[in-house]
């Protein structure tokens, strides 16, 4: 089993910036592609991005490309989310989760591939 913990969430103006971490325990954390996904009221889950087990491959929705940035650091157990130019239209929860991976560059888009979820941290961006 694995256990998430997302935190670094908040209330930001527009044009600002916050960086979320996943903190990780339970199994070992480089075996796992790590994800974000985010859920705004009234919509259905949606993919941000994804990371593989060893840090090499990423991938992010297209409309995100260049404002976010995901990352992790095996040695701490943790995966990161780096927003910028936030708009109120990023305002949502956000979820972490952890995709068993056979191998390096496995990098699951959708959310029943992943295993473990955290709790989630809710991005609130103001006009």
């Known amino acids: 089993q694995v256990q998430l913990v997302e935190s670094g969430g908040g209330l930001v103006q527009a044009g600002g910036s916050l960086r979320l971490s996943c903190a990780a325990s339970?199994?070992?954390?480089?075996?796992?592609?790590m994800g974000w996904f985010r859920q705004a009221p009234g919509k259905e889950r949606e993919f941000v991005a994804v990371?593989?087990?060893?840090?090499?491959?990423?991938y992010y929705t297209d409309s995100l490309k260049g404002r976010f940035t995901i990352s992790r650091d095996n040695a701490k157990n943790t995966a990161y989310l780096q927003m910028n130019s936030l708009n109120p239209e990023d305002t949502a929860v956000y979820y972490c989760?952890?995709?068993?991976?056979?191998?390096?560059?496995?990098?699951?888009?959708?959310?029943?591939?992943?295993?473990?979820w955290g709790q989630g941290t809710q991005v609130t961006v103001s006009s």
């Open positions: 989760a952890a995709a068993r991976s056979r191998t390096y560059g496995y990098t699951p888009r959708w959310a029943i591939d992943y295993e473990h």
């Open positions: 339970g199994r070992t954390f480089s075996d796992y592609a």
């Open positions: 990371i593989s087990r060893n840090g090499g491959r990423t």
